[in-house]
């Protein structure tokens, strides 16, 4: 028997009591979903944590991403949920919600099955704390001429002259680079480490004919939108070349051929002292305040242990140093696994 206070329930039509929604427009739809929300947002600018509660089921959920909490979290039950907001609704300074009219983000009805139906709803939300520190963009992006200084300004924002980043980035990839540009024109010092060649070596190293399976308004990066010519599933190269060039252009602060060889956290100056070997030949050590791991949710390669694999004439390869099947042929081939990579 579950040890959980709140064995999980979907919201069915029977357990609410209701009947189907009646509702056939999409102004209807967003006119419940507009009332519910403005109930919502009353609430949490007068932080009224009763009220927010009140338009929870018991069983509930807030799912936190990195909101209300330095954390992703998923809150389950009212009182976790009450919990809460008493101790970082009010320090975090949740304001300024907006319920999002986007195409993709605008209020929906999703019936999943004939006795669960969701309304469907999307807003925005601004934090005191950030308010003092705007994006630089438009009319806040750089306004002076840079004759013949811009490399040099560059080269010591690479390098690290004028003093250490706040925040160290491990990887370069889609997710280091997006925290990275945002740092950036946030005026946040950064840097990010990246232990490959190049920036885009994570799908430059891959096999020859891969593509995305992810269509591009998935794979979009911030201040650079893809260009409307570029095609719906991204090929994998394509895409390296163009994380090298974002980078490049929305001047990131990137060191390739690096690794990180030690860290150690001070408890009473609340920083990181990162090792960090550059190029397999210069060693930097960085006190950074936050670390970011950006590196990705794969693992290393595993192969499984076959008896008398070692005794194979032929080829034995993992499917990551797999590139072409130029070599094979005309040759018979046995793969082992039929998931993504195996097929």
């Given at each position: 028997?579950?040890?959980?206070?709140?064995?999980?329930?979907?919201?069915?039509?029977?357990?609410?009591?209701?009947?189907?929604?009646?509702?056939?427009?999409a102004?209807?739809?967003?006119?419940?979903?507009?009332?519910?929300?403005?109930?919502?947002?009353?609430?949490?600018?007068s932080?009224?944590?009763?009220?927010?509660?009140?338009?929870?089921?018991?069983?509930g959920?807030?799912?936190?991403?990195?909101?209300?909490?330095?954390?992703f979290?998923?809150?389950?039950?009212?009182?976790?949920?009450?919990?809460?907001?008493?101790?970082?609704?009010?320090?975090?300074?949740?304001?300024?919600?907006?319920?999002?009219?986007?195409?993709?983000?605008?209020?929906?009805?999703?019936?999943?099955?004939?006795?669960?139906?969701?309304?469907?709803?999307?807003?925005?939300?601004?934090?005191?704390?950030?308010n003092?520190?705007?994006?630089?963009?438009?009319?806040?992006?750089?306004?002076?001429?840079?004759?013949?200084?811009?490399?040099?300004?560059?080269?010591?924002?690479?390098?690290?002259?004028?003093?250490?980043?706040?925040?160290?980035?491990?990887?370069a990839?889609?997710?280091?680079?997006?925290?990275?540009?945002?740092?950036?024109?946030?005026?946040?010092?950064?840097?990010?480490?990246?232990?490959?060649?190049?920036?885009?070596?994570?799908?430059r190293?891959?096999?020859n004919?891969?593509?995305?399976?992810?269509?591009?308004?998935?794979?979009?990066?911030?201040?650079?939108?893809?260009?409307?010519?570029?095609?719906?599933?991204?090929?994998a190269?394509?895409?390296?070349?163009?994380?090298?060039?974002?980078?490049?252009?929305?001047?990131?602060?990137?060191?390739?051929?690096?690794?990180?060889?030690?860290?150690?956290?001070?408890?009473?100056?609340?920083?990181?002292?990162?090792?960090?070997?550059?190029?397999?030949?210069?060693?930097?050590?960085?006190?950074?305040?936050?670390?970011?791991?950006?590196?990705?949710?794969?693992?290393?390669?595993?192969?499984p242990?076959?008896?008398?694999?070692?005794?194979?004439?032929?080829?034995?390869?993992h499917?990551?140093?797999?590139?072409s099947?130029?070599?094979?042929?005309?040759?018979?081939?046995?793969?082992?696994?039929?998931?993504?990579?195996?097929?």
């Amino acid at each position: 028997m579950s040890d959980d206070p709140f064995p999980q329930q979907l919201p069915t039509l029977g357990r609410l009591g209701v009947g189907e929604p009646t509702l056939t427009s999409a102004t209807e739809v967003a006119e419940v979903a507009t009332a519910w929300f403005n109930t919502f947002s009353s609430a949490v600018a007068s932080y009224d944590i009763a009220a927010i509660l009140d338009l929870f089921l018991d069983d509930g959920f807030w799912k936190d991403t990195l909101a209300l909490t330095w954390d992703f979290r998923t809150i389950e039950g009212r009182d976790a949920i009450r919990n809460l907001l008493d101790h970082r609704l009010a320090p975090t300074g949740f304001v300024d919600l907006r319920l999002s009219q986007e195409p993709f983000l605008a209020p929906q009805l999703l019936k999943l099955f004939p006795d669960l139906v969701l309304l469907r709803l999307s807003f925005e939300f601004g934090t005191k704390s950030l308010n003092d520190f705007p994006e630089q963009i438009g009319l806040l992006r750089r306004h002076t001429a840079e004759h013949g200084t811009w490399e040099e300004r560059r080269c010591r924002e690479v390098d690290l002259a004028d003093g250490d980043p706040t925040v160290l980035v491990i990887g370069a990839g889609h997710s280091g680079l997006e925290v990275a540009a945002r740092l950036k024109y946030l005026g946040v010092p950064h840097l990010v480490i990246e232990k490959k060649a190049r920036v885009g070596d994570n799908w430059r190293d891959r096999y020859n004919a891969l593509c995305l399976h992810t269509p591009v308004w998935h794979t979009q990066l911030p201040y650079i939108p893809f260009p409307p010519t570029w095609p719906v599933y991204s090929p994998a190269r394509k895409l390296a070349d163009w994380l090298e060039g974002y980078a490049n252009y929305l001047e990131l602060n990137v060191w390739t051929s690096s690794v990180i060889t030690k860290t150690e956290w001070n408890d009473h100056l609340n920083t990181w002292t990162v090792e960090i070997n550059r190029d397999g030949e210069d060693t930097r050590i960085l006190k950074v305040k936050h670390l970011v791991f950006a590196t990705g949710f794969g693992g290393h390669p595993k192969s499984p242990d076959i008896p008398g694999k070692e005794d194979f004439k032929g080829e034995v390869i993992h499917s990551s140093g797999f590139t072409s099947a130029a070599n094979y042929i005309g040759k018979r081939a046995v793969v082992v696994g039929t998931c993504t990579s195996g097929m």
